[in-house]
């Protein structure tokens, strides 16, 4: 067939896609019972895992869901407000702008 793609160029896109993935964590309760959703039982221990483009290897035990998640999605580095967030606004000055009720006129009163 001349539509099938030849051997080396899947075995690359393989390789490509399985190192794109290694590392990858993931949290599993271990509590009874089937798997089910994280938020089923928030205090159960969780197993987190990481993927090594084969399989997935424990590398550690949390006590519940709260400690798994700031393990798996700690929140992103603070970043300094830029010199210019330290000048005064210069929106709110007097003005006409649009956003600006207009001044009553003496025969409105």
């Not at 994280?38 to 400690?67: F, K």
């Not at 798994?68 to 999605?73: C, D, F, M, R, T």
């Amino acid at each position: 067939m001349q539509d099938e793609e030849p051997l080396e160029e899947w075995a690359r896109r393989r390789a490509e896609r399985q190192a794109a993935s290694k590392g990858r964590l993931r949290a599993v309760p271990l509590g009874d019972g089937p798997h089910r959703g994280a938020h089923v039982a928030p205090s159960v221990p969780r197993a987190i895992e990481e993927w090594s483009g084969t399989q997935w290897q424990v590398i550690g035990v949390v006590e519940n869901l709260a400690a798994a998640q700031a393990l798996l999605y700690p929140p992103p580095p603070e970043q300094d407000k830029p010199a210019e967030w330290d000048r005064p606004p210069t929106a709110m000055r007097e003005g006409r702008g649009r956003h600006r009720k207009p001044a009553p006129k003496e025969g409105d009163r």
